[in-house]
């Protein structure tokens, strides 16, 4: 079965700390993605993966940095937390090869920041 | 105007009712079409997939896609309790796979 694992469901942080969300796939798949999902704005792209160290910043990365050293494995991190990145934070993984499929994004089940 | 449109409701029906979730988008590069189920505090997972125009049909779910008019609706039948949920669409042009997200409807079937 399909498996995109979050390691933390909840955090709780304080403004200024560095924060550190892991993610790991279990599918093989070449692609990840972090989103951040809020209220009326919907799912926003922060940096997608497309190989092992290879990333592209998505529609909102200020403020976040990415790190893929092994394809199965890829963090999201705030280097210094703020309010306004309080959010739920959704890793996602697909295939290029999945012809026709593509664009199918398999997501694990979030984790929500709290910054306080 | 976001590229793709969705009303975030909440949208509140009776069980057994005919549910239509509806996104309009503006790119008419869009060839494939999504729609994800995401109850509270899980994250999405993909329902539907359909490539182009048409319908497709999968239990009591039909998705249906209207290029000419930039329309694509999910349509449930018979809905039930279990099926309240936010409800997302996603598209993605031929030779990507970054999907780009409606944002979501939210539903809620009440007994």
């Known amino acids: 079965d399909v498996k995109v694992t979050q390691s933390s469901r909840y955090l709780v942080k304080r403004t200024g700390e560095k924060v550190f969300l892991e993610c790991v796939q279990d599918?093989?798949?070449?692609?990840m993605f972090w989103y951040r999902q809020d209220p009326g704005l919907g799912l926003r792209l922060i940096y997608f993966?497309?190989?092992?160290?290879?990333?592209e910043k998505g529609d909102i990365p200020e403020g976040y940095s990415v790190s893929r050293e092994k394809k199965e494995r890829f963090s999201l991190i705030l280097e210094s937390a703020s309010t306004n990145q309080t959010s739920m934070y959704l890793c996602?993984?697909?295939?290029?090869?999945?012809?026709?499929?593509?664009?199918?994004?398999?997501f694990g089940e979030g984790s929500r920041l709290t910054v306080l | 105007q976001k590229e793709v449109e969705q009303d975030p409701g909440p949208l509140s029906v009776p069980e057994g009712a005919i549910v239509s979730l509806n996104c309009t988008y503006s790119?008419?590069?869009?060839?494939?079409f999504m729609w994800y189920r995401q109850y509270s505090r899980k994250g999405p997972e993909l329902l539907m997939y359909?490539?182009?125009?048409g319908n497709k049909e999968d239990g009591r779910f039909t998705a249906q896609v209207d290029k000419s008019s930039k329309y694509i609706s999910l349509f449930i039948r018979d809905s039930q309790p279990s099926d309240s949920a936010t409800y997302l669409c996603?598209?993605?042009?031929?030779?990507?796979?970054?999907?780009?997200f409606g944002r979501g409807t939210s539903l809620i079937v009440h007994p």
């Open positions: 996602a993984s697909s295939s290029p090869s999945a012809g026709v499929r593509t664009g199918e994004l398999f």
């Open positions: 599918m093989d798949h070449e692609n």
């Open positions: 993966s497309y190989d092992v160290k290879m990333k």
């Open positions: 790119n008419s590069a869009f060839q494939y």
């Open positions: 359909t490539y182009s125009s």
């Open positions: 996603a598209m993605t042009p031929g030779g990507s796979y970054i999907p780009t």
